[in-house]
């Protein structure tokens, strides 16, 4: 399981250093490889290249004929790029997902369970401040009854 947030600086070639504490369970059983593509929100996501697989197959099963099925198959499934963490566990972000997600500089990544996403900072705190706002804070169905 993926948990927490942690604020990370992208080098000057795109580069992400993983946190240590992440970097085995990202690479287990994928031969030190992950995916990293393009997510509607415009963030990037980051899976273990196995926990990606499943989810590849599902999205390329799906009728291409669809327009809105198909656009979903090309911006994640088109995007999908398979990375390996260098020496010293940093992953090289390809600058078409780095300009999609508008990643310079500062990067959250951000836990997800299975996965991770990778925010630009502004829009992250984008992100918070829309969910905290009033108006916006409204518990989906499948969680009524949910409690922490």
Request: glycine share 8%; with cysteine; charged share 20%.
């Amino acid at each position: 399981m993926f948990r927490g947030a942690v604020q990370l600086s992208l080098d000057a070639k795109g580069r992400l250093s993983v946190p240590a504490k992440h970097r085995d369970a990202l690479t287990e059983g994928g031969q030190g490889e992950v995916v990293v593509t393009a997510h509607p929100h415009r963030c990037l996501i980051l899976y273990p290249k196995a926990a990606w697989e499943p989810i590849e197959t599902k999205l390329t099963s799906l009728s291409s004929f669809n327009p809105q099925t198909s656009g979903i198959q090309r911006m994640i499934v088109g995007q999908a790029d398979v990375m390996h963490l260098d020496s010293a566990g940093r992953l090289l972000v390809n600058a078409v997902l780095r300009k999609f997600a508008h990643l310079d500089k500062e990067v959250m990544m951000v836990g997800q369970g299975s996965h991770f996403e990778l925010w630009d900072v502004a829009a992250w705190d984008q992100q918070l401040e829309k969910l905290m706002a009033a108006d916006q804070l409204q518990i989906p169905q499948e969680l009524e009854g949910f409690s922490l």
